[in-house]
């Protein structure tokens, strides 16, 4: 009497990647990129994010107008202008403004959460990977879409402001007093960008449901910043490393480098100059940031499918 066969084994299926001629268009993750940067402009809700960020940067610019009133209005009057009018600085004020985390932070969480994990959900990792593009092309796009909607939602509100600030004192005084304010309106919006793409992409690739990968960072980026605040007003840290230590942290590793390249902290109370944190530690804990982020979507994203038979 023949043995009754027991039930087949699980296999494991690998799907082929794509192994057909890959040179037709040079940028491939740049499809990738395109779809997800469409696909969040078709969004009523990453609009509304980007007009309450744009809000802070019409603040800058109402900052700018008032000041300039006030100065103007002083010396028709033949008067001195108040103290505050006086102590304005242009400078302060951006970094002032550019420390208002919270919409940037926003929007990002509404663009990258389900970047992939809204892909591990349904199960569409496969098919992309089917197509003539690799995991690197995949991870790149998704990431690269990313950071140019965050950096975009930035630059674009905060040239605006400058440009502004620039024709209400004369562009030429202007460019040449503040000239290095452009050059921080083109680097500062990547801080953000990059820290936040990079982050995301690991926590998203990590989940499946987009909602449980946005609470998971978010319980990182506030919990994180608030355990920095704490440790750095605990009394026996020395009171020179209380700026860095508060900064170590993604927040603060935004903030702190957009503090160090724009050379202010902004204006603490009673225009009081607030001590800069060391650079160094915070480029270095933004580079393993985003290491690890990149290293964890790396890691989940395959072309793997489990098959009973």
């Given at each position: 009497m023949s043995a009754v066969p027991g039930p087949p084994p699980i296999a494991d299926l690998t799907y082929r990647n794509y192994d057909g001629p890959k040179a037709l268009r040079p940028l491939r993750w740049w499809t990738i990129t395109r779809s997800f940067i469409r696909t969040a402009l078709r969004k009523k809700p990453f609009w509304v994010i980007f007009a309450l960020s744009a809000m802070?940067?019409?603040?800058?610019?109402?900052?700018?107008?008032?000041?300039?009133?006030?100065?103007?209005?002083?010396?028709?009057?033949?008067a001195e202008p108040p103290r505050n009018v006086r102590l304005f600085d242009i400078?302060?004020?951006?970094?002032?403004?550019?420390?208002?985390?919270?919409?940037?932070?926003?929007?990002?969480?509404?663009?990258?959460?389900?970047?992939?994990?809204?892909?591990?959900?349904?199960?569409?990792?496969?098919?992309?990977?089917?197509?003539?593009?690799?995991?690197?092309?995949?991870i790149?796009?998704?990431?690269?879409?990313?950071?140019?909607?965050?950096?975009?939602?930035?630059?674009?509100?905060?040239?605006?402001?400058?440009?502004?600030?620039?024709?209400?004192?004369?562009?030429?005084?202007?460019?040449?007093?503040?000239?290095?304010?452009?050059?921080?309106?083109?680097?500062?919006?990547?801080?953000?960008?990059?820290v936040h793409a990079s982050l995301l992409i690991g926590i998203s690739a990590m989940n499946k449901t987009p909602a449980i990968a946005g609470i998971i960072y978010t319980g990182i980026f506030i919990v994180w910043s608030a355990l920095c605040q704490a440790l750095a007003a605990a009394p026996a840290i020395a009171e020179n490393a209380r700026p860095t230590i508060q900064f170590l942290n993604p927040r603060g590793v935004i903030s702190g480098l957009t503090f160090n390249f724009v050379g202010s902290?902004?204006?603490?109370?009673?225009?009081?100059?607030?001590?800069?944190?060391?650079?160094?530690?915070?480029?270095?804990?933004?580079?393993?940031?985003?290491?690890?982020?990149?290293?964890l979507a790396i890691w989940r994203v395959r072309a793997v499918e489990v098959v009973k038979g």
């Open positions: 802070q940067w019409m603040m800058f610019a109402l900052l700018v107008f008032i000041n300039s009133q006030a100065q103007m209005l002083a010396e028709q009057a033949g400078v302060d004020t951006f970094a002032n403004i550019s420390d208002i985390w919270i919409w940037t932070f926003a929007l990002a969480l509404y663009v990258g959460a389900g970047a992939i994990a809204a892909d591990n959900r349904a199960n569409a990792i496969q098919v992309y990977l089917s197509k003539p593009i690799t995991r690197s092309d995949y790149l796009g998704k990431w690269a879409g990313m950071a140019i909607l965050i950096y975009a939602a930035q630059f674009v509100p905060m040239l605006f402001a400058m440009l502004y600030a620039a024709l209400d004192a004369g562009f030429a005084e202007f460019m040449r007093e503040h000239s290095r304010l452009l050059l921080d309106v083109l680097v500062v919006p990547a801080f953000a960008a990059v902290r902004g204006t603490g109370p009673r225009f009081r100059e607030l001590p800069l944190p060391d650079w160094g530690p915070l480029l270095a804990l933004g580079l393993v940031l985003c290491v690890v982020g990149l290293a």
